[in-house]
């Protein structure tokens, strides 16, 4: 007899179970038992009926259809796949969705009126309006208390303050809620608003089942109004989303959508003006520096400048030529002073120091006993001036 292991016999089992095909895609119908959330996001529990129980386990990566918290003995329809957990030996059941008992039977009507209205073209993409860029009045359908209608309240104050909401009350949940909010989409339809949001807080899909119904979603076809919806969470979708010009996730994100975020291009206009202004202060620098640049050319040929440096340069050669003439005359004055003693020590006057005399006879200088004789008048001259004489002897030699 062959002798096998614990961990291939476990995978002898899988191996079974995995290749049987109605165990690759089952709904299963219990109560739920031992439920517990993982720290990790992932929930272990068990599901029960009155003949036994099978555990169960849904990853965190599914857990995000759930629209309702698991709790101990509530009646639920689980979707999934039965597999075997090798290391432990046993099988349980791999969950992919979770629906509370009596959501089965909404929605199957889910379905039939959404493919009965998408028949008749309500979904049609051809038959969505264009939302506007910038509403300047914007009409709310939503319960007048609750997070719906603040959110959208204080995203508008937010992005823009000047946008005008008007709030037509409505019933959005329970008895007569889906004709309540049919009539506040056509009351302010008839008002010529620029924009409709229909909105709603999160729920079950009981909860938002008013949005489900054929009245609603008639109503926000039938509108000349382009209609926004923001109907309970990012998960949630209701055939009036498939009937609205724009569906967003959430009542916060509706108004977003609706509400021109003029705050932020006011900042962003004045962050431009300001790069404007320091562009504009950086060219006027450049161009006062080209013209300064190019009124020193101008200046450098004008006539006037020229002029002016003319003068300079005359000015400049008056005073080389004053000096030049200066030292010329100074050169010249020397030398006149230097042949004025000369011609000084040559005159005879010059000489007549320690009893020296000038003679003169008829105005000519004695200078030959023969050209004087007695009787003669003579004009003798000394150094402190002059005697006149008559001859009265005349002898040669000294």
Same mark, same amino acid.
């Given at each position: 007899m062959k002798v096998y292991t614990v961990g291939q016999i476990n995978q002898y089992i899988k191996n079974i179970i995995s290749q049987d095909y109605l165990l690759k895609k089952l709904v299963i119908k219990g109560e739920l038992s031992n439920v517990k959330y993982h720290s990790q996001g992932h929930i272990y529990f068990s599901l029960k009926d009155e003949t036994g129980s099978i555990s169960a386990v849904m990853f965190k990566g599914n857990t995000g259809s759930l629209k309702f918290k698991l709790e101990n003995g509530k009646s639920v329809f689980v979707s999934g796949y039965v597999d075997v957990y090798e290391r432990d030996g046993k099988y349980q059941l791999y969950a992919r969705e979770i629906i509370e008992e009596g959501v089965g039977d909404l929605q199957k009507r889910f379905e039939e009126l959404k493919l009965k209205l998408n028949e008749e073209g309500l979904f049609d993409p051809e038959h969505r309006k264009k939302i506007p860029p910038y509403p300047k009045n914007i009409g709310v359908v939503s319960a007048s208390t609750g997070a719906a209608i603040q959110d959208i309240i204080n995203v508008s104050r937010r992005r823009n303050p000047y946008v005008q909401l008007i709030l037509c009350p409505a019933k959005v949940q329970g008895e007569g809620s889906a004709e309540s909010v049919a009539r506040g989409i056509k009351r302010l339809d008839e008002m010529g608003? =620029?924009?409709?949001?229909?909105? *709603? %807080?999160? %729920?079950?899909?009981?909860?938002?089942?008013?949005?489900?119904?054929? $009245?609603?979603?008639? #109503? $926000?076809? =039938? #509108?000349?109004? +382009?209609?926004? /919806?923001? $109907?309970?969470?990012?998960? =949630?979708?209701?055939?009036?989303?498939? #009937?609205?010009?724009? *569906?967003?996730? /959430? +009542?916060?994100?509706? #108004?977003?959508?609706?509400?021109?975020?003029?705050?932020?291009?006011?900042n962003m206009l004045r962050a431009k003006r300001l790069r404007l202004a320091q562009a504009m202060e950086l060219k006027l620098k450049s161009v006062r520096l080209k013209l300064m640049n190019k009124a020193g050319v101008i200046e450098a040929l004008s006539p006037e400048r020229r002029l002016r440096n003319r003068q300079q340069e005359l000015a400049a050669y008056y005073d080389r030529m004053k000096h030049a003439v200066e030292r010329r005359y100074d050169r010249y004055k020397h030398k006149l002073d230097v042949y004025t003693a000369k011609i000084d020590a040559l005159r005879p006057s010059a000489k007549l120091v320690g009893g020296f005399g000038y003679v003169e006879i008829g105005g000519e200088a004695l200078t030959d006993i023969d050209k004087v004789k007695k009787g003669d008048e003579l004009q003798v001259t000394v150094k402190d001036g002059s005697v006149k004489a008559i001859v009265s002897e005349v002898k040669r030699g000294i």
């Open positions: 608003l =620029d924009l409709i949001i229909v909105a *709603r %807080g999160g %729920g079950s899909m009981e909860d938002l089942w008013s949005f489900n119904e054929e $009245i609603v979603v008639r #109503a $926000i076809y =039938d #509108a000349k109004t +382009p209609i926004i /919806t923001g $109907i309970g969470h990012e998960i =949630d979708i209701t055939l009036s989303d498939y #009937a609205a010009d724009l *569906r967003a996730s /959430t +009542p916060s994100q509706a #108004a977003e959508y609706a509400v021109f975020d003029v705050m932020t291009e006011v």
